[in-house]
C-alpha cells in the first residue's frame, strides 16, 4: 500500500461546478500538507499549502486537512477550463528545519468543459 | 528568472547508451530531487540531496547516480540506458519548509 492514496480520476466537470479532489494517507507523522497542480507537459507547480489541521482559502481554492481521519481535499469553486490539469497531493513530515521528502498521490486529471 | 533549469527538454537514446541529465537551481536551495513520472505511477524518487556532498537513494535508483559537487548543480546519469527508464524525469529543490520547487522536466525515450 502506497503511503499516499488518490484517485487518479478522470474527472470532467462542466464549467462554473465546484470541485472536489481527495487523498488519503496512512502516515500519521504528516504534518505539511500539499497540492500540485501539473499541466500537460509541463512541471508540477505549488497551489496550496498547509500545516496540520484545518482549512486555508487562496481565491477559488480551498484546502482542507483532517488528520484524524488522514484525510486531504481540495475544493475548486466556479471551476473554468484553465483549472484543467492534473492536481497531484503531496505530503511530508517535515523534520527540523527542512520539509524533507515529499510523499505524492498518484495525480487526478481534471478535464472543465466550457 | 529564479528557478530550476533542466537539459534537455527531450532525448531519444539508444539502449545501452550513458546519458546525463542535467539540473541547475539559482535559489540557493540546499536540498535537491530527481524524480521519474510515469502514467499510472505518479512521480518517483529517484535520489536525493540534502546538502551539498551528500546523496541518498529513493524508492528507485537502480540504474541511476547523482552527484552534489556544488549547491546549484544535481546531474542525474544513466550508465546503461534500458528501455523501461523510458518516462519524464523532473528535478526539484526545497530551500526550507515552503515547498518544492520544479524543473520543466525532461522527457527521455530509451529505444
Known amino acids: 500500500q502506497k503511503e499516499v492514496e488518490q484517485d487518479p480520476g478522470p474527472l470532467s466537470v462542466p464549467e462554473g461546478a465546484i470541485v472536489s479532489l481527495n487523498c488519503t494517507y496512512s502516515?500519521?507523522?504528516?504534518?505539511?500538507f500539499m497540492w500540485y497542480r501539473q499541466y500537460s507537459r509541463k512541471g508540477p507547480e505549488l497551489l496550496m499549502y498547509t500545516y496540520s489541521s484545518g482549512n486555508k482559502e487562496d481565491g477559488r481554492f480551498t484546502a482542507q486537512v483532517d488528520k484524524s481521519s488522514k484525510y486531504i481535499s481540495l475544493f475548486i469553486r466556479d471551476s473554468q477550463p484553465s483549472d484543467s490539469a492534473t492536481y497531484l497531493c503531496?505530503?511530508?513530515?517535515?523534520?527540523?528545519?527542512?520539509?524533507?521528502?515529499?510523499?505524492f498521490g498518484r495525480g487526478t486529471q481534471l478535464t472543465v468543459w466550457p | 528568472i529564479a528557478g530550476i533549469t533542466q537539459a534537455p527538454t527531450s532525448q531519444i537514446l539508444a539502449a545501452g547508451r550513458r546519458m546525463t541529465l542535467r539540473c541547475t537551481q539559482d535559489?540557493?536551495?540546499?536540498?535537491m530531487y530527481w524524480y521519474r513520472q510515469d502514467l499510472g505511477l505518479g512521480l518517483r524518487l529517484i535520489h536525493y540531496?540534502?546538502?551539498?556532498?551528500?546523496?541518498g537513494k529513493g524508492e528507485v535508483p537502480d540504474g541511476y547516480s547523482v552527484s552534489r559537487a556544488n549547491t546549484d548543480d544535481f546531474p542525474l546519469t544513466l550508465a546503461s540506458a534500458v528501455p523501461s527508464q523510458t518516462s519524464v524525469y523532473f528535478c526539484?529543490?526545497?530551500?526550507?519548509?515552503?515547498?518544492?520547487?520544479f524543473g520543466s522536466g525532461t522527457r527521455l525515450t530509451v529505444v
Open positions: 540531496s540534502n546538502t551539498a556532498g551528500t546523496t
Open positions: 502516515n500519521s507523522a504528516f504534518q505539511y
Open positions: 535559489m540557493r536551495h540546499n536540498a
Open positions: 526539484a529543490s526545497s530551500g526550507g519548509r515552503d515547498g518544492y520547487t
Open positions: 503531496a505530503m511530508s513530515e517535515g523534520r527540523g528545519s527542512t520539509l524533507g521528502r515529499l510523499y
